[in-house]
């Protein structure tokens, strides 16, 4: 088999999805997910002007020689533009190799190693009370594991928190907006809301928070600290990942379980976390790392040091991503847990999928390949429209981590 044709689609449908599709000789195609939130056009152009003319001739069986033929290829590697377009290859062809082989991906990856993949959903509200009742609201459509965000005190918006009765959406079209933040408010009103919240609801269920890269070491170690009691599943992303040594002084004081990476694109951001066992889950995604063929080795290593998955699964992912990130969760040993946020009804007719929940899990389907299909008819009527996440100041005017 050869591939004959690859091209690059980039829709609206609500927000920005970069969708790679490779054709080949024997009809087969298959489909990759290269969105990156805010940065969709770098990978385009990556794709179009530096990968495409590159695969045409090649065997898309060949999934581990394209793979290090596009990283130590082109000489210049890591980084989210290349991955997520090394990324969105990656999974189309391990698409096609399914389909070529009659079987869904998942038995391409090891077989199904759990029944379904347990996921959590979003609840976030303007204060308190409304966090609690949006908990209330993702427990009563099934869901077993529960992130909570809330407004914070003082504070007019907050990250994960949407303005009126609109979902939240990760990224605002338009230039980016800018949001006002206080380190003391937030680490005063977080240990309220998870006690509130294991009052109302008791202790079966899982609870999440996400920080947002917003603390420093210290304070972080402060937070979960205080969230101890309150036996959270994760805390999330609690300080920016660059000095991976940071983890050390939170690890130092607190057994709170802490996630990171879903802003890492290779294994070479996530190596010491992993060896010195800092951090209990990994959250890179299929798109950002590099693909299924990256993501897996990943998972592996992770593995050696007793840290699990917990796949960034947030809706500037594709419907074709979340099916591949189904299929991963559904094979790997080491799986933790995986990010739900449905996508919108114009999302999901775009790219009609055989992915479904039920009762807390998700189910990748059985049809073969990665069970994705894109209508690019209806695509075509949702143009790209420029569109990013807020930028984040402190209160006297410092631009601040996001
Ligand atoms: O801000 O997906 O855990 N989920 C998140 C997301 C991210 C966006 C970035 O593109 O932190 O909401
Ligand atoms: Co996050």
């Given at each position: 088999m050869k591939i004959t044709k690859a091209a690059v689609n980039v829709c609206s449908p609500g927000r920005n999805f970069v969708t790679f599709k490779l054709e080949t000789d024997e009809g087969l195609y298959g489909l990759g997910d290269g969105t990156l939130n805010g940065r969709e056009l770098a990978v385009v152009s990556y794709l179009t002007e530096h990968v495409i003319p590159c695969l045409i001739g090649r065997d898309p069986f060949q999934t581990e020689d394209i793979w290090q033929y596009l990283y130590r290829g082109a000489y210049w590697r890591r980084g989210p533009v290349t991955m997520s377009a090394i990324g969105a290859v990656d999974m189309a062809l391990w698409d096609i190799k399914g389909k070529a082989l009659n079987t869904p991906v998942y038995n391409l990856l090891g077989g199904k190693s759990r029944n379904g993949v347990l996921v959590y959903a979003h609840a976030n509200g303007a204060d308190i009370e409304e966090t609690i009742d949006a908990v209330g609201r993702k427990i009563g459509l099934g869901y077993l594991a529960v992130r909570a965000q809330s407004g914070i005190p003082g504070l007019d918006s907050t990250y994960g928190v949407a303005k009126g009765n609109k979902p939240y959406e990760p990224a605002e079209r338009g230039l980016p907006s800018e949001s006002l933040w206080s380190t003391e408010k937030y680490l005063r009103s977080v240990p309220d809301l998870f006690e509130r919240l294991r009052k109302q609801f008791g202790e079966d269920v899982h609870l999440l928070h996400d920080c947002h890269h917003r603390l420093t070491p210290i304070e972080a170690a402060r937070m979960g600290k205080e969230l101890e009691s309150h036996h959270l599943f994760w805390m999330e992303d609690?300080?920016?990942?660059?000095?991976?040594?940071?983890f050390k002084v939170i690890r130092q004081h607190t057994t709170t379980p802490i996630a990171t990476g879903e802003v890492f694109n290779t294994i070479w951001d996530a190596q010491e976390l992993l060896r010195e066992q800092w951090i209990d889950y990994i959250r890179m995604t299929v798109t950002h790392a590099g693909g299924l063929t990256a993501l897996k080795k990943i998972a592996d290593f992770a593995a050696l040091f007793h840290v699990r998955t917990g796949c960034h699964g947030a809706t500037d992912l594709s419907p074709v991503s979340m099916a591949a990130a189904l299929h991963f969760g559904m094979a790997i040993h080491n799986f933790g847990i995986q990010e739900h946020m449905p996508h919108n009804a114009e999302t999901d007719s775009v790219f009609p999928h055989g992915y479904a929940f039920e009762e807390g899990y998700m189910y990748p389907g059985d049809t073969p390949g990665l069970g994705v299909e894109i209508d690019e008819k209806l695509a075509a009527t949702y143009p790209y429209q420029r569109a990013y996440l807020p930028i984040n100041r402190k209160l006297d005017g410092t631009l601040f981590d996001w």
């Open positions: 609690p300080v920016p990942a660059e000095l991976q040594e940071g």
